[in-house]
């Protein structure tokens, strides 16, 4: 019997999403944009949803929002994540929303309209993973 801490769950690295895994490992968050209508497309999908175009190309964003809604998990669903930890909802200043998680302050600290900025975890699973803190 060992006594290693259980891994995270991996994300998800499909053909859509592979692209934002890769930026995140260099500390970069990009997200799809169609060059047609210039709306975003996220999650990560095969066409805008705005006008059908195939033609996207990852772009660069500030990783720089606003909190617009959380959740306190007090409840362990995977072991490799310890209790509680919260799960954000970020509006990104172009537009987009993120799901995330928001380190660096206290769960019961957390407040509507908290001006928040991307930082990026290492994990010992093998990824990088962008999580958000309050900005300044």
């Known amino acids: 019997m060992t006594s290693e801490t259980p891994a995270r769950p991996q994300p998800y690295d499909g053909f859509y999403d592979r692209p934002f895994w890769e930026h995140a490992a ?3 968050l990009r997200l799809p944009r169609c060059t047609g209508c210039g709306s975003y497309v996220w999650p990560a999908a095969p066409v805008c949803d705005a006008c059908l175009s195939p033609d996207l190309e990852w ?3 500030s990783g720089k929002g606003k909190l617009l809604s ?3 998990f ?3 669903y995977f072991p490799g994540i310890p209790t509680p930890y919260n799960c954000i909802l970020v509006e990104l200043d172009e537009g987009p929303l993120f799901i995330s998680n928001l380190v660096g302050l206290e769960n019961d600290a957390i407040d509507f309209d908290l001006r928040l900025e991307v ?3 290492d994990l010992a699973e093998g990824y990088t993973l962008p999580v958000f803190r309050a900005a300044g």
Do not use: G
């Open 119 to 121: 930082d990026f975890l």
């Open 59 to 61: 772009t660069a964003v």
């Open 26 to 28: 260099r500390y970069e």
């Open 70 to 72: 959380w959740v306190v």
């Open 74 to 76: 007090h409840r362990q």
